[in-house]
């Protein structure tokens, strides 16, 4: 008998809270809140990519600390998605379980890629 193998490729909407960046279209105005977005946008990469390093390496302080700030931009841009799965990739650090640190951290990472490129649900 043949060996069926299924592959997965899991697809999750990346939300993105339109009331937040419109408050900072407001304070800011058009041109600095493109450049905000720019810088977070740098950040965000900047801090997956440290969060990836932090847990190849079983650094789990490290990678606390880095989840923390990828939380904070996130809240900040209003990605409501990439926020919400770092507060379950977090819960899942304090309850010592690897095997959802691993599925919820491959989420995480799965959706900062796709907030990095800008692939939202419509601003």
Same mark, same amino acid.
């Given at each position: 008998m043949a060996a069926l193998v299924t592959y997965l490729c899991p697809r999750e909407r990346i939300w993105l809270d339109p009331s937040r960046i419109g408050l900072l279209y407001a304070e800011l105005g058009g041109a600095e809140v493109q @450049?905000?977005?720019?810088r977070a946008m740098a950040e965000l990469a900047d801090v997956h990519e440290d969060?990836?390093?932090?847990?190849? @390496?079983?650094?789990?302080?490290?990678?606390?600390?880095?989840?923390?700030?990828?939380?904070?931009? @996130?809240?900040?841009?209003?990605?409501?998605?990439?926020a919400r799965i770092t507060g379950d990739v977090s819960d899942c650090l304090e309850r010592a379980d690897p095997t959802a640190l691993s599925a919820t951290w491959a989420r995480l990472s799965r959706s900062a890629e796709q907030a990095q490129t800008g692939n939202w649900n419509s601003i």
């Amino acid at each position: 008998m043949a060996a069926l193998v299924t592959y997965l490729c899991p697809r999750e909407r990346i939300w993105l809270d339109p009331s937040r960046i419109g408050l900072l279209y407001a304070e800011l105005g058009g041109a600095e809140v493109q @450049a905000l977005l720019d810088r977070a946008m740098a950040e965000l990469a900047d801090v997956h990519e440290d969060l990836r390093l932090h847990y190849v @390496a079983r650094d789990l302080d490290g990678f606390s600390r880095s989840l923390r700030r990828m939380r904070r931009i @996130a809240d900040h841009l209003g990605l409501t998605t990439v926020a919400r799965i770092t507060g379950d990739v977090s819960d899942c650090l304090e309850r010592a379980d690897p095997t959802a640190l691993s599925a919820t951290w491959a989420r995480l990472s799965r959706s900062a890629e796709q907030a990095q490129t800008g692939n939202w649900n419509s601003i």
